[in-house]
């Protein structure tokens, strides 16, 4: 296990602590800003706008996942739809991400398909796209199986994420491919057990590459998120050596993180898309970007020593 491996399960299981999560909550909210965009909707559109005028679209997700009460998903549900709404309104480039748990997954499936269905028409009206994302491997199959629910429905203004650190990823490619349901390819943010996930950096990387080439090779529209320069340069040099169109994939990164590369990245033509989150239930997200690599959590740190 390699060093930044061991930091990521560390932080991880140490961000899973209930008193570090109060005690960050309480007194780390500071610290969480440059990662959150805002707590409130206008401050989000408001961000989303000074990042269209420089080249870059965006996926707006208002935080939160794992609800206790399934009343929670019914307000999440109607933000989404005032999300939605806010973003025609606007008139900024941006689509939507949403998590299914926020929605009830874990409470009550055919609720929470229901609030999902909600969003997705309402999205469609107004001619957007939602992004369902994909969670811890409990919730692998049951996302795959809203998305392919709704896209029979004719909401197929829907897509979701494969991670590429899971073993069933490939054959979850394909399959998605064959049907469709487009696609955000990561390399995944969660900690999966041996028995079903890579676990060596090196790993991921091999199979996160070739899921793209898998992609790019299939004329199908694909969504690289990825920081990783090894992972930027393959596909650049992939589209670049098979005569691939800039406008036939996109880069995404996340708010807050490398926001020099992503301006950079569409100077040079190639469309790039920003993760930005807004919302008050911050906390989960936050760890996991501290978890990716110490770097994050060094920038935290010098934020606190000002």
């Known amino acids: 296990m ?17 008193r570090i999560e109060r005690l960050t909550i309480k007194y780390g909210r500071s610290l969480a800003r440059r990662f959150i965009a805002s707590e409130h909707l206008d401050g989000a559109l408001t961000e989303v706008r000074k990042l269209n005028e420089i080249g870059i679209m965006a996926t707006l997700d208002h935080l939160g996942e794992g609800i206790q009460q399934l009343e929670q998903a019914t307000g999440y549900r109607d933000e989404y739809i005032r999300l939605i709404e806010g973003i025609s309104k606007s008139k900024v480039q941006s689509n939507v991400s949403l998590k299914p748990t926020q929605m009830g997954l874990a409470l009550d499936p055919e609720a929470c398909y229901q609030n999902i269905r909600a969003v997705a028409r309402e999205a469609k009206y107004h001619r957007n796209f939602v992004r369902i994302d994909m969670e811890d491997s409990p919730y692998t199959e049951a996302t795959l199986q809203i998305v392919e629910r709704l896209h029979r429905e004719g909401l197929t203004n829907v897509g979701t994420v494969i991670q590429a650190y899971l073993f069933r990823t490939e054959a979850d490619v394909q399959h998605c491919i064959e049907h469709h349901i487009p696609l955000r390819l990561v390399k995944g943010a969660y900690k999966e057990p041996a028995a079903i996930a890579y676990q060596n950096a090196k790993d991921v990387r091999s199979q996160f590459e070739r899921i793209i080439q898998l992609h790019l090779d299939q004329d199908v529209y694909t969504a690289i998120a990825s920081h990783d320069d090894r992972i930027i340069q393959f596909t650049k040099r992939y589209a670049a050596e098979h005569s691939i169109s800039k406008e036939r994939f996109e880069f995404q990164m996340l708010y807050g993180l490398r926001m020099q590369e992503q301006e950079r990245l569409a100077a040079e033509g190639y469309r790039v898309r920003c993760y930005v989150p807004y919302g008050t239930m911050w906390y989960p997200y936050y760890t996991r970007r501290l978890a990716e690599k110490p770097g994050n959590l060094m920038l935290v740190l010098k934020n606190m020593g000002r």
Request: aromatic share 6%; proline share 6%.
């Open 2 to 18: 390699t060093t930044n491996e061991l930091y990521r399960k560390t932080l991880l299981t140490i961000a899973g602590n209930p």
